[in-house]
């Protein structure tokens, strides 16, 4: 288990928190292959995206944060999100899950400090799946998702091509037990076609 630093602290992220928020994402679009998007972004084109996920509801966006020093600084050390799955209706029980640690913050138990935070919260809410892409490889996220109960359900082959060269994306599952969802048994007469 990584060591989690005292001191660190979950809360919702805020429209204050953009500009670090866009650079720890940044470092991973410039950097690495984790995130399919090729281009940086200013905090301007990333503020919708902040603004989708309000402090309550399925759609959260939770911030780690070291707590203030004696001057008052903090440090955002990274963040982790639940997002919609797909845009249909009925897709609405289903999130999708991602963290972001700040380079140089990874091992330390930021993500599973966010994790842990980032379900206890959708524990409330009507949501019935969590799914998690994962751009291969990544031992690390995998870990992290093995942690929290999610088990591999498929393989996306040179799904996304970046940096000159293809890329696998692994899709990984999670059930969610719900307090307000109805029965997950499905009605054998409505079989999917």
Wanted: hydrophobic share 35%.
């Amino acid at each position: 288990m990584p060591h989690i630093s005292t001191g660190v602290q979950v809360r919702p992220g805020t429209e204050a928190d953009l500009d670090v928020l866009t650079d720890i994402y940044n470092h991973y679009v410039r950097e690495t292959a984790l995130t399919f998007d090729t281009a940086a972004f200013t905090p301007a084109e990333r503020l919708p995206w902040l603004r989708s996920h309000p402090e309550d509801g399925p759609y959260r966006l939770l911030v780690a944060q070291e707590a203030p020093t004696a001057d008052n600084a903090t440090g955002v050390l990274g963040y982790a999100t639940s997002s919609p799955y797909r845009p249909k209706a009925a897709y609405s029980t289903s999130v999708e899950v991602s963290v972001y640690c700040a380079p140089g913050t990874t091992g330390r138990g930021i993500g599973t400090l966010l994790y842990t935070a980032l379900f206890d919260a959708l524990a409330g809410e009507d949501i019935h799946r969590a799914y998690a892409g994962i751009a291969q490889p990544n031992e690390p996220s995998e870990r992290l998702h093995d942690a929290f109960g999610f088990r591999h359900i498929g393989t996306y082959t040179e799904v996304g091509r970046k940096f000159g060269r293809y890329w696998d994306v692994s899709w990984y599952e999670k059930p969610l037990l719900s307090r307000t969802a109805p029965s997950a048994s499905p009605d054998p007469s409505r079989s999917p076609r």
